[in-house]
Structures are given as C-alpha cells and as structure tokens.
C-alpha cells in the first residue's frame, strides 16, 4: 500500500477519492476512514 501511495499509482480496479474508507475483511472488522479537513 505504501508505493501506491508514494507513487500515486494504485493497483488496478482500486482508487482512492477525497474521501476513502477501507475495512477489514476479517473478524477484527476494523476500519480506517479519511476525510480531508475543510
């Protein structure tokens, strides 16, 4: 996930808007939300 990041180049079939939300697809069902500040 770093070098995407870095490079600004996601893997195919992925991308990350203004705002992103990722979960967890195991049993801790965490999740990581952004959202930019205005």
Known sequence: ?????????????????????LKAVDESKAVVRYAPTR
Do not use: R
């Open 1 to 21: 996930m770093a070098h995407w990041l870095i490079t600004q180049k996601p893997p195919a079939g992925f991308s990350a808007g203004h705002e992103t939300e």
